[in-house]
């Protein structure tokens, strides 16, 4: 039974891992601008009912992610 | 007529991604198996290599019927977010590479690295264990990118079947070309290649979030293509604009 579990965990913690590599890894910065972009474009257009802000919001923000990550790389390898 | 180049515009862009996506990961599973298989023997390697890809089967087997049978719109907003994110750091990693601040994936040093780490190991007797596991390691790994590339937009899209079928045809091609080629893989500009990938991913990942939210774009499918067009502009300025002066000097792509 103690085996099982300890197994089970060792999985469940190899999935957790998995996608937190996969979804955040070394770019915290990209995965926070995209839950912004949910909350901004979901207010936007479920909310507000402004479509238009909706998406041009969408494709901004996810060039403001880029650019934020790739001027906060450019700082750490001079 | 507008909706049937809305949805070519979908089908082309899909296809486009999926094949480049599988492409270059499946060069970068090779350069491992070649490397493996020259080393220590090609037996163990191709047996690795045969197990990950029944590993990498089952899991589409598991999860596309499964993501298939979500409605749409959730599945959308879900596998939007996933591409965006997915998609922004393969661009944030292309550009890092042609501004000169991160080197140029070489499979030639990856081959000769992996060489000389085998070579390391002790020779087994029989089935050669290291051997298999560093050829499965190497393609379950990198093709566990291709499986969330074709179930996130093979599911999105409606188009699993294809999306399965494009993903075969190129990790087929890839493989007769590395048979025919053996080690010349490093011919490939995989930086290029990446780099369509992650503007097709980001713009997949952004239609796709507004379609989850209900955003109604202008053009409907048609903004797929105006959006590949806006990413492509972005990443060049970002090129230009990011570009070390060294770089520059040794005319980095």
């Known amino acids: ?78 | 007529m507008l909706a049937t180049v809305s949805a070519s515009t979908t089908t082309v862009v899909l296809v486009l991604a999926v094949f480049l996506a599988a492409s270059v990961e499946m060069v970068e599973a090779l350069t491992i198996v070649v490397a493996v298989g020259h080393t220590r023997g090609w037996r163990s390697a191709l047996e690795g290599t045969g197990v990950a890809v029944l590993a990498l089967a089952a899991l589409v087997a598991i999860f596309g019927p499964a993501l298939v049978r979500v409605p749409l719109n959730p599945l959308r907003l879900v596998v939007g977010a996933v591409l965006l994110i997915f998609g922004l750091q393969w661009l944030r990693k292309a550009i890092l590479r042609s501004a000169g601040y991160v080197g140029m994936h070489d499979e030639d040093a990856i081959y000769e690295k992996t060489v000389a780490s085998l070579r390391a190991e002790g020779k087994s007797v029989g089935r050669d264990r290291v051997a298999f596991v560093v050829a499965f390691k190497g393609v379950f790994l990198e093709g566990t990118e291709i499986v969330v590339a074709v179930l996130t937009l093979g599911t999105s899209a409606h188009r699993l079947g294809l999306a399965i079928t494009v993903a075969a045809i190129a990790v087929a091609l890839i493989a007769i070309i590395g048979v025919i080629v053996a080690r010349q893989l490093s011919k490939v500009p995989e930086n290029l290649m990446k780099m369509s990938v992650g503007v097709m991913l980001v713009s997949f990942g952004t239609f796709w979030t507004g379609e989850g939210l209900h955003v109604r774009w202008p053009g409907d499918d048609t903004m797929l293509l105006v959006l590949v067009v806006l990413y492509a502009l972005v990443v060049a300025v970002a090129i230009r604009l990011a570009r070390k002066p060294s770089a520059l000097a040794t005319g980095h792509a």
């Open chain 1, 1 to 78: 039974m103690n085996a099982a579990a300890s197994w089970f965990g060792r999985v469940l913690k190899g999935f957790g891992m998995f996608w937190w590599d996969f979804l955040v890894g070394d770019t915290p910065e990209i995965t926070v601008v995209v839950l912004l972009i949910l909350g901004v474009v979901a207010l936007a257009s479920e909310v507000g009912h402004l479509n238009v802000l909706a998406y041009v919001a969408l494709p901004v923000l996810a060039i403001a992610a880029l650019t934020i990550s790739v001027a906060r790389a450019r700082r750490t390898k001079p």
